[in-house]
């Protein structure tokens, strides 16, 4: 509905602009760091690389056989904690 | 996905938790998309596989993961119950003790020194007060009850010994005390008071030219207050002296200046002195300055400090209240250095 994505256009302007993405992304980036989910998924880049071989691997490559991986290693704590700190965002700023 | 978040059912809010589901997952798919530029600048670039060219090493210096023992391999308390032998004495020390025991062992180190000092000091004043014993003939009938506390007196002493809190008055006493320099600190409690029995009958003479001198009825010391100590009577000092010094003992310092006339030019240098030794009696001597019967001699009591040698230490405690505006008068302070060599 063009409604709804109306709205959600919105809120990710609004997001943007007052700078609220990008303190979420650094929050989950430190989470992610600290809970070693990237040394976790590195070991699995390795793994494609020595598969593809050092030289041919493409960005493409990566990405594909990694991002699944990653969306289901993020520990259950780091996602609650983000889920509630975007919910706070909404409801503080959102006009429904 | 997780629906147990969800406040409240409803088409809003159903949106609303879809809505934050999807940017949650744009955030993540954002970390792991600039993961993988990372790892494929850095295959490109070369430096990827770097931490792991040395096979050897790597098995070498791998994370250890086994109960009591760290991720190097090490064991924790490994040497705790170890003894060592000292090179020193050859004795059996357990491994946390060794270092403190090498210190003290081979005299190396701060406390080392300072406990070697302590030492010393005991063992002088064991010897001198044994040789003190026989001088004091009076008062070894009382021995018995004395005794104890002279062993208590001198723990205590020991423990003042190279601590910072040496009491002050002491550096003013050593010209004084002149002979007695080196045990007669080691006696002097500042906390406790002295006990008579141990000094010799100079000393005692010349502690009580300085101080109250009252003994104490419970500790048996004496007290090492002025002569215008509050706790005692003029009486009490004077039985003391009494007791202490045989009936030729000098008449107690009194607050009236009629006392013997005679007496008050030679002693009047080291009474001042003494007056200003003492570090407690500061408020006495503006109370004592206002009489004016201390004023008249003032002027006059800057006398040569080397008359009488012998007589002056017993002297000394005659005039000692008189002239109590000695606070503010500075000049006799080699007075009582003289005095006290000779007594």
């Not at chain 2, 010393?120 to 008062?139: H, I, P, R, V, Y």
Request: net charge neutral; glycine share 10%; charged share 30%.
């Amino acid at each position: 509905m063009s409604k709804d994505s109306q709205m959600r256009a919105a809120i990710n302007q609004k997001l943007i602009e007052m700078g609220e993405r990008e303190r979420l992304k650094e929050l989950l980036r430190a989470k992610l760091v600290e809970c070693g989910w990237k040394d976790q998924l590195k070991a699995q880049c390795k793994d494609v690389i020595k598969e593809k071989g050092l030289e041919h691997v493409t960005v493409e490559d990566l990405v594909t056989e990694v991002t699944p991986k990653g969306r289901a290693l993020v520990p259950d704590s780091v996602k609650k904690e983000l889920l509630q700190r975007i919910r706070a965002f909404l409801a503080q700023h959102a006009t429904l | 996905m997780k629906m147990e978040d969800m406040p409240l059912s409803g088409p809003d809010n159903t949106r609303l938790e879809a809505l934050v589901h999807d940017i949650y997952s744009e955030l993540v798919e954002d970390a792991c998309l600039g993961l993988c530029f990372e790892v494929h600048r850095a295959v490109k670039q070369g430096y990827f596989f770097l931490d792991e060219t040395d096979q050897e090493s790597m098995k070498e210096f791998e994370i250890v993961d086994q109960p009591g023992v760290d991720i190097f391999g090490q064991v924790y308390n490994q040497w705790k119950n170890k003894e060592c032998e000292c090179p020193n004495c050859k004795r059996l020390i357990a491994a946390s003790r060794f270092a403190p025991h090498l210190e003290k062992c081979l005299g190396m180190g701060r406390n080392s020194s300072r406990i070697a000092n302590r030492r010393l000091a005991t063992n002088n004043n064991m010897s001198k007060s044994e040789s003190d014993q026989e001088d004091n003939d009076d008062l070894n009938d009382n021995d018995w009850s004395y005794g104890a506390e002279k062993k208590a007196k001198k723990r205590k002493s020991d423990k003042n010994q190279n601590s910072p809190r040496r009491p002050k008055s002491l550096k003013h006493k050593n010209g004084e005390l002149g002979s007695s320099v080196s045990s007669e600190p080691y006696k002097y409690n500042y906390n406790t008071g002295i006990s008579y029995e141990t000094l010799g009958p100079d000393e005692v003479r010349s502690l009580l030219t300085t101080q109250c001198g009252v003994i104490s009825e419970h500790t048996k010391k004496m007290c090492t207050r002025s002569h215008r100590c509050p706790q005692h009577t003029d009486e009490q000092r004077r039985a003391v002296r009494l007791f202490l010094l045989g009936p030729s003992a000098p008449t107690l310092p009194d607050a009236d200046a009629v006392v013997e006339s005679d007496s008050f030019d030679i002693p009047d240098g080291q009474t001042l002195m003494s007056r200003l030794q003492w570090e407690d009696s500061p408020d006495i001597s503006p109370s004592d300055s206002a009489s004016s019967k201390a004023s008249t001699n003032h002027s006059d009591s800057r006398r040569p400090k080397k008359k009488k040698r012998t007589s002056l230490g017993l002297n000394s405690g005659v005039v000692g209240g008189v002239v109590g505006g000695g606070g503010g008068v500075v000049g006799g302070g080699g007075g009582g250095g003289g005095g006290g060599g000779g007594g």
